[in-house]
């Protein structure tokens, strides 16, 4: 009996050690700096893009967050390039003369990434890249290059799933001419933008996989801005009317702006989907207005942008798997957002 409880307390002995050699080794991997305030220095490529301020809301809200946990001086400078490439490099190379911490940029035009990492290389200051993807072999100039952001082919095969469960669960809700087809339009984003073709590609695939025949009626850029959208789709009530079945809106702002249109003409809504799960949109999903969404995690990868910060400035985890040791993209998930899932939320 005896023996046995010596031979119980010599494994628990052991284990102890174990687990402590283990967390030394993992605090002397990372030597912790020692800094008076942290820096960021952000550039987005437009405020005025519904996703892109309510992900800068909540990277202020993380920040605010940090500040009073760690107890440390976080600041934010956030500079707005209003859709220029041009005014962006300026607003960057000023971020950099001032000096921040880590750079976080909202390209405007994704495939100028390597320009922006080679001058900050040559302050030696870190870049988060987010929401706009640089291409891959940008990303490998340097290793103190990361991207924050959601792979676009999964918000298009959800969009995709939406319609596909809608037309199972009753073919007549979306092929109201029941000629077993359904005719669609689609309201595309910026051109060249990672997010636009492959939701678009990704959701009429998944849709065709499925097995339901698609007509394309129409298809056009709308710059996922709303009013340039409600113009579009003006423009096809006026040619196509009511063979128009589906919407198919590459974000959220859009397919408002696609109900703006149908509410103007005052003609009866065919299935609007959008990704983005926007307030408005969440809104228009409760009206009945919105077939559905995709939710594009905005808190999500603030938090991230935030994380990775706060782990290249100070070198210690604020969560232990995010390891920017290992990887240099982010990605978070996408969801779908149906009316059963708002209507149960407000119940
Ligand atoms: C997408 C988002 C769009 C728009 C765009 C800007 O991820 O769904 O609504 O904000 O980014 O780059
Ligand atoms: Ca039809």
Redesign the pocket.
């Known amino acids: 009996m005896h023996g046995k409880i010596v031979k119980i307390f010599m494994i628990f002995f052991i284990l102890v050690l174990c687990f402590q050699t283990g967390c030394q080794k993992h605090t002397t991997q990372l030597q912790k700096n020692i800094v008076p305030e942290i820096k960021l220095g952000v550039a987005i490529?437009?405020r005025d893009?519904?996703?892109?301020a309510m992900?800068i809301s909540n990277l202020e809200e993380e920040i605010k967050k940090g500040q009073q946990q760690k107890n440390i001086k976080i600041t934010m400078n956030t500079v707005d390039a209003k859709g220029s490439q041009t005014v962006q490099n300026d607003q960057i190379d000023k971020l950099i003369e001032q000096g921040c911490d880590v750079l976080c940029v909202?390209l405007v035009d994704r495939t100028v990434a390597s320009a922006v990492i080679d001058k900050a290389k040559a302050a030696n200051i870190p870049v988060i890249f987010f929401?706009?993807e640089p291409v891959a072999e940008d990303l490998q100039r340097w290793d103190k290059v990361y991207y924050v952001?959601?792979e676009?082919s999964k918000?298009g095969y959800l969009q995709g799933q939406i319609v596909v469960e809608a037309y199972q669960e009753n073919p007549h809700t979306i092929d109201k001419n029941g000629d077993g087809k359904v005719q669609y339009v689609v309201l595309e984003?910026?051109q060249g933008?990672q997010?636009a073709l492959l939701?678009t590609e990704y959701a009429v695939k998944t849709i065709t996989d499925a097995g339901i025949q698609m007509e394309k009626l129409a298809g056009d850029t709308a710059n996922?801005h709303r009013s340039q959208a409600a113009t579009k789709m003006t423009q096809w009530l006026q040619v196509y009317g009511d063979k128009i079945e589906l919407v198919l809106s590459?974000?959220?702002?859009?397919a408002i702006g696609a109900i703006d249109a149908y509410e103007g003409a005052s003609k009866p809504l065919p299935a609007v989907v959008g990704?983005?799960a926007?307030t408005l949109a969440i809104e228009a999903l409760k009206e009945g207005k919105l077939l559905g969404t995709v939710k594009?995690d905005a808190q999500k990868q603030a938090e991230l942008i935030f994380m990775l910060s706060y782990q290249l400035v100070t070198n210690t985890y604020l969560q232990e798997d995010i390891d920017i040791t290992k990887q240099k993209y982010f990605f978070t998930e996408y969801t779908m957002i149906q009316p059963k899932d708002v209507l149960k939320k407000s119940e």
């Open positions: 490529y437009k893009d519904t996703f892109i992900l909202n929401n706009r952001g959601a676009a918000s984003g910026e933008h997010d939701r996922w590459n974000n959220d702002d859009m990704i983005d926007t594009n």
